[in-house]
């Protein structure tokens, strides 16, 4: 197992907008502030698809996992490799040269997250175990 | 103006009032509600409900594009469990901006049997000319809405023009609806509220399967509603009913066993969440006798 955790924390701003505009008429924008350090768990199979994946291109791409809303849960985990995007509001955790990235307004949804690989024909893939959620879907993608 | 015998009534609706900004604002909320509103036109007003894993409503939502921008309103009490649903959800990707409206915003809705009577109050170009269709006129948001038996007309304002706006409306003699009126208001035309909303029922058996979409995707609580559907296991729905003595809200048993929860209620009058089951009339406990039918 690998754990890592590293801190980035972003202040988060309070703006004003609004709807019928016009005449300084504003609402308070409301934004995430729970802002957690966060750890994370890599599978040795999880660590070894990663590194894979991203063979050659460690000092440009990262792995992106993030949540949104929706799913039959509440929650769906989302993905991603790319090139590393913008360092602000994001949380990076180093496992042995591969990055993954974390956004802020996750860090408590993903917050103590194992990610795993299982290298099978059905059911294969990268899967989240995730001790935040007090259920998940069949299909391993939306949690709550 | 109105003549004196008018009986246009309006009453200030306890809602939440939320506001979503940004480019992915659709598609965000798209992915926590039970319909689809990608095709969301400007000025449209769509129902919708935000349900729990098991399918249950936690909220009932009017969704309303206005200017770019979009206009939630949903039940007050549940204003704070609902926002903390949509901030928390927001993909790192996406732009989307929520704020808050409550307080700042506020609905008015002001009913009658004729429509007539309410435009001569608002204005001959006060309302669109589509129902369900916003129009933006003055200070104000119109919105015009045909129900079973009466015409209602909503109108959202900033809180802080509300008072001019009543005392302009009183002075035509429309007058401050008691929450007695309000409520037979809504239980003649079948207007559902955070009575119905409270008790955590599946949106089929408040009648709400038309705000349901099942091909749009995978939403909170849509696994359940698929099943309900595919299996057609409904068991209970919301009918209006006439009783032959007044009822408290509560959960009562008819002759035949079953379990019938009254939700809303105004003398003899109200609505009663029941078996399908049950006929035209049933009778409860205290030989009380109801008259069933449909919203």
């Known amino acids: 197992m690998h754990n890592y955790t590293i801190v980035h924390i972003a202040l988060l701003s309070q703006e004003f907008m609004g709807i019928l505009g016009g005449g300084g008429f504003s609402l308070p924008v409301i934004t995430q502030t729970e802002v957690i350090d966060v750890k994370i768990t890599v599978t040795d199979s999880a660590l070894k698809q990663m590194k894979s994946t991203i063979k050659g291109e460690e000092d440009t791409h990262c792995l992106v996992v993030s949540a949104q809303s929706g799913g039959c849960s509440g929650y769906l985990y989302d993905m991603k490799i790319m090139e590393k995007p913008d360092l602000e509001n994001f949380q990076i955790l180093d496992f042995e040269g591969v990055k993954v990235y974390i956004h802020n307004n996750d860090s ?11 290298d099978t024909l059905m059911g294969g893939g990268f899967n989240i175990t995730n001790p935040n959620a007090s259920r998940s879907c069949g299909c391993g993608q939306s949690f709550g | 103006m109105l003549s004196e015998e008018s009986s246009c009534s309006y009453y200030i609706q306890d809602c939440s009032v939320t506001v979503i900004e940004g480019k992915d604002s659709i598609i965000h909320l798209n992915r926590i509600i039970t319909s689809d509103i990608r095709e969301i036109n400007d000025l449209e007003r769509h129902k919708s409900l935000i349900c729990d894993a098991n399918g249950k409503i936690t909220d009932a939502l009017e969704i309303s594009s206005i200017s770019g921008q979009l206009l939630v309103q949903g039940i007050s009490e549940k204003s704070k469990i609902t926002r903390e649903l949509i901030v928390s959800g927001i993909h790192w990707n996406e732009e989307v901006q929520i704020m808050n409206g409550d307080g700042a915003l506020s609905i008015i809705s002001i009913f009658s049997r004729n429509l007539d ?28 809405i045909e129900l079973k038996k009466d015409m209602q007309v909503n109108i959202l304002i900033q809180t802080e ?135």
């Open chain 2, 161 to 295: 023009k509300i008072q001019d706006f009543i005392d302009e409306i009183e002075k035509q003699g429309v007058t401050l609806s008691s929450m007695n009126s309000w409520n037979h208001h809504r239980i003649e035309n079948g207007i559902l509220s955070n009575e119905e909303y409270s008790h955590k029922f599946l949106p089929s058996e408040l009648g709400l399967d038309g705000i349901v979409n099942l091909k749009k995707g995978c939403y909170p609580g849509q696994e359940i509603h698929a099943r309900l559907e595919s299996r057609g296991k409904i068991t209970k729905k919301i009918m209006r009913y006439n009783a032959d003595a007044a009822l408290q809200p509560g959960v009562y048993k008819s002759n035949l066993g079953k379990k019938v929860i009254v939700t809303s209620t105004l003398k003899n009058k109200g609505f009663a969440v029941l078996s399908v089951k049950e006929g035209n009339e049933i009778t409860i406990e205290d030989n009380i006798s109801l008259m069933i039918e449909e919203l």
């Open chain 1, 108 to 118: 408590s949804l993903l917050n103590g997250i194992e990610l795993d690989f299982k």
């Open chain 2, 117 to 144: 009577e309410i435009i001569n109050v608002l204005g001959e170009k006060s309302v669109n000319e589509q129902y369900g269709v916003w129009n933006e006129y003055g200070d104000y948001y119109t919105l015009k």
